[in-house]
């Protein structure tokens, strides 16, 4: 595949854990354990394939009506992940960012998110974003009420600038795993002209081959953005 059609931002929608195990006779919670555990060797293989900056989406703003015991369990999770990222990538050339808003998560879990951003933050080989408590609604009014604050005019561009992903671009594909055809919040603002990728597989069993089967899609989709 040549170097431009690979996409330079890839969005993920990791779906499909709760389905996942509930196919094996588990609980829900076995399902995030082992696709928590599925993240690094997609993050490994897309970065190694050429994508410069990846979403992933972890846990959106409406994730919080799921029962205690499994967002509970979920936000241990991700703690344990940002934990292992602290010690494995802060020499890596990886930027990793939380997108989504911190201020309903947990002091503790706030803190180590903070040490990590502030440790990778002159990582430039690529960025890592995990959108964690996001919506892309509220990631919009966000922009825009911040723009206004700082006194600046509210433009299509100055928008941009003012998204968690300002420094990643547009994604220029999103995959969504898990069978299920929407976005359900996920950068609706930057996925104005992203190719979408929906795939049958559920998140634990998206491997390196199904990773490459997307990034073949993309490769012979024709983007024409509005022209002709
Ligand atoms: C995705 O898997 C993970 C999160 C939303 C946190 P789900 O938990 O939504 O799994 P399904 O869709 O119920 O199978
Ligand atoms: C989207 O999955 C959110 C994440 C993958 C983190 P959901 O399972 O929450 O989406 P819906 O409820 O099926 O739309
Ligand atoms: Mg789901």
Redesign the pocket.
């Given at each position: 595949m040549s170097e431009s059609k690979i996409p330079h931002h890839v969005g993920i929608i990791?779906?499909?854990?709760?389905?996942?195990a509930?196919a094996r006779g588990k609980d829900?919670s076995y399902?995030?354990k082992i696709?928590s555990s599925n993240v690094d060797k997609i993050v490994e293989h897309a970065f190694n394939s050429g994508v410069y900056a990846l979403t992933l989406?972890?846990?959106?703003s409406e994730?919080w009506a799921?029962p205690k015991k499994?967002v509970d369990e979920?936000m241990k999770l991700l703690k344990l992940y940002i934990q292992k990222f602290y010690k494995k990538l802060v020499g890596s050339g990886i930027r990793l960012i939380v997108a989504g808003d911190k201020s309903a998560l947990t002091p503790d879990l706030v803190k180590e998110i903070e040490k990590v951003e502030q440790a990778t933050k002159n990582n430039a080989e690529h960025i890592l974003n995990i959108a964690l408590n996001y919506g892309g609604r509220q990631e919009i009014v966000n922009a825009v009420n911040k723009l206004i604050n700082d006194g600046k005019s509210v433009t299509v561009d100055s928008i941009t600038e003012y998204l968690y992903t300002k420094d990643s671009g547009d994604p220029d594909l999103i995959i969504r795993t898990?069978g299920?055809k929407r976005l359900s919040n996920f950068l609706l603002y930057q996925g104005a002209y992203s190719e979408l990728y929906f795939t049958d597989a559920?998140?634990p069993d998206f491997d390196e081959i199904e990773f490459d089967k997307a990034l073949e899609e993309f490769s012979k989709r024709k983007r024409r953005f509005g022209k002709i």
């Amino acid at each position: 595949m040549s170097e431009s059609k690979i996409p330079h931002h890839v969005g993920i929608i990791m779906d499909g854990n709760g389905r996942w195990a509930t196919a094996r006779g588990k609980d829900r919670s076995y399902g995030h354990k082992i696709g928590s555990s599925n993240v690094d060797k997609i993050v490994e293989h897309a970065f190694n394939s050429g994508v410069y900056a990846l979403t992933l989406y972890a846990f959106s703003s409406e994730n919080w009506a799921r029962p205690k015991k499994e967002v509970d369990e979920l936000m241990k999770l991700l703690k344990l992940y940002i934990q292992k990222f602290y010690k494995k990538l802060v020499g890596s050339g990886i930027r990793l960012i939380v997108a989504g808003d911190k201020s309903a998560l947990t002091p503790d879990l706030v803190k180590e998110i903070e040490k990590v951003e502030q440790a990778t933050k002159n990582n430039a080989e690529h960025i890592l974003n995990i959108a964690l408590n996001y919506g892309g609604r509220q990631e919009i009014v966000n922009a825009v009420n911040k723009l206004i604050n700082d006194g600046k005019s509210v433009t299509v561009d100055s928008i941009t600038e003012y998204l968690y992903t300002k420094d990643s671009g547009d994604p220029d594909l999103i995959i969504r795993t898990g069978g299920e055809k929407r976005l359900s919040n996920f950068l609706l603002y930057q996925g104005a002209y992203s190719e979408l990728y929906f795939t049958d597989a559920l998140w634990p069993d998206f491997d390196e081959i199904e990773f490459d089967k997307a990034l073949e899609e993309f490769s012979k989709r024709k983007r024409r953005f509005g022209k002709i």
